[in-house]
């Protein structure tokens, strides 16, 4: 499945960067490179992200996954596992690990409208430095929200699309109140719990509400590979 690779970007801005770090002779330090690297993809990421100060449900629409609750492999576009540490998904949260096992724990809320399965995440405590990508994507802190599906082992998440969102706006299909950050670069929106059920009701019914390049997707590991 096609979609939004982090840590192939995190890679090639990595490499990058030590290509000018050669042709201009500045030495740059790993800790640097990775600091440096990390706010490039955070930023690339979430602009294409819809970011709330409020999570994007309300208490009667929770619903609780416990037969999630293990091992998933993350997989690469073509369908075949990345091979790193795999992701653990538990009661209320996902302990997550980039390409070089650096963990990071997103809270994550699941829940139902209509036929539709949300995933509300925000950045779980932090426990420890280094923090992976993942764990980085969420703090402000805000809540994110992604359309889940389930096909037999596999769960993929695809998040909502700020331009999609913005567009509706623009045709005043809705208001949603949102402030700017890091010099209009970044927009936060401020919508209730109940506005936010309007949206995704609509949402839900648009393809390109929630494109494939916002995809992420794991696949159960089977006790024999844990």
Known sequence: MAGFDPISFFQASEGQQKEHTMRDSIRISPRRVMAA?????????????????????????????????????????????????????SQGQVLTFSEKGIPGVLKVVYFKIGDTLFADSSAGDLEGA?????????VAPVH??????????????????????K????????KVSSI????????????????????????AQDPKAFPVQQTITLKRMPAAEK
């Open 37 to 89: 690297t990390i706010l490039i993809l955070v930023a690339v990421w979430v602009s294409g992200c819809v970011r709330s100060l409020t999570p994007f449900y309300t208490p009667d629409q929770v619903v609780q996954k416990p037969e999630w609750n293990g091992e998933w492999q993350l997989l690469k576009e073509d369908g075949s596992p990345k091979g790193q540490k795999p992701w653990t998904f």
């Open 130 to 138: 280094p923090v992976n990508e993942w764990w980085a994507f969420h």
């Open 144 to 165: 994110f929200v992604s359309k889940v599906v389930q096909k037999e082992s596999q769960i993929s998440f695809t998040a909502l699309n700020i331009d999609w969102l």
């Open 180 to 203: 700017k950050m890091a010099g209009d670069m970044e927009t936060i929106f401020q919508a209730t719990p109940e506005q936010w059920t309007q949206i995704l009701e609509k949402a």
């Open 167 to 174: 567009a509706a706006a623009a045709a005043g299909e809705w």
